[in-house]
């Protein structure tokens, strides 16, 4: 069993994936798309990591605001989870992604990583992040 870890976005879906022992995330890829509504490669593409990866719940980042407040990204990342648990049957948990994407891009600039090139990344080491933050919660019980 694996469990599958996602930033959505706009335009991008950074994929991350567990271990078999459920103790670490590895960034994967990033599915891009050409149109903020058009899910349905987004949505194959998932559904082929989890047979290939054998996923069996997946972690996907909730967007609030720093201030605990929900935006539109909430309402779309919502019915982004709708579309996933229709599609793959699993279950999918939502966790609070705040300060991700600055995490994995403050570990990208410690690591030398040219600004230019870490755009490239952001999402799936973002992912990696959700996904390692609900490993290690969920280890800790």
């Not at 997946?58 to 709708?82: A, Q, S, Y």
Request: charged share 35%; with cysteine; hydrophobic share 40%.
């Amino acid at each position: 069993m694996r469990i599958m870890g996602l930033d959505f976005g706009s335009k991008t879906v950074g994929v991350a994936i567990s271990d078999a022992l459920l103790l670490t995330a590895q960034g994967i890829e990033i599915i891009r798309r050409k149109e903020e509504n058009k899910l349905r490669q987004t949505l194959a593409r998932i559904e082929e990591l989890i047979v290939e990866y054998e996923v069996e719940e997946i972690v996907l980042g909730l967007p609030k605001h720093m201030n605990n407040d929900e935006g539109e990204r909430v309402d779309l990342t919502m019915e982004f989870k709708e579309k996933l648990e229709r599609r793959t049957g699993l279950p999918v948990v939502l966790w609070d992604e705040r300060l991700t994407t600055v995490a994995a891009d403050k570990a990208m600039m410690e690591a030398g990583i040219r600004r230019e090139e870490r755009k490239e990344h952001v999402d799936r080491i973002a992912a990696c992040f959700i996904l390692q933050g609900y490993l290690d919660r969920r280890n800790m019980r």
